[in-house]
């Protein structure tokens, strides 16, 4: 039988999938999600394969799981950032901030892009986790013409061309580059949406 790490057998399963995660993020940002055999992520992880398949039935499974688990934990503390912030173009900022902080594993990764090489029921899913954030967008947009902030316009347009400006994929490395690259972002975002004041 297999050595349980942790106290319990529950904290052992949790130890696990957190291990498995952070190889399958690692081997991903190496070399693509494409490429990356379940075998690879148990031995990047330390553990058996049959462990892998103790969790997940295959390597879309375990891809869901991950974006799962980050997924959630991004919300929650992007809505920590946001309970200190009641003006909507404030929010609107630190939103921003935010998305930039976000390493974006899924789309910064080499090989193809994951829509191509992932079924339509995972990438259906996957559409689902994205709603989560989106929806903590809309509410800020809302609040926003609300509160006469932002001018009238169409949600659901503006929260996809938003989230583009945010991919990840122009935010460089540098710390001063990257705070200049986030300044621009902020002030290409508010003149978009319409924000009544002058970006910072």
Known sequence: MPKIIGKSLHE???????????????LMSERGFDSVTLADIATAAGVGRTAVYNHFPDKEALLLGFITHETEQYAQTLERALAEVDDPVEQLRTYIRQQ???TRVFHLAP???LRTVLSRTTQARLREH?????????????????EGEFPEQDIEPTVQLVNACLSGRLIPDDPAARERAVRATEAFVLRAVGARVAAA
């Open 100 to 102: 930039a902080q976000l």
């Open 12 to 26: 052992h399963r949790q130890m696990t999938r957190h291990k498995l995660f952070t190889a399958l993020s690692t």
């Open 130 to 146: 994205a709603e989560i954030v989106e929806s903590i967008l809309k509410r800020i947009l809302r609040a926003g013409i609300g």
């Open 111 to 113: 090989g193809p892009d």
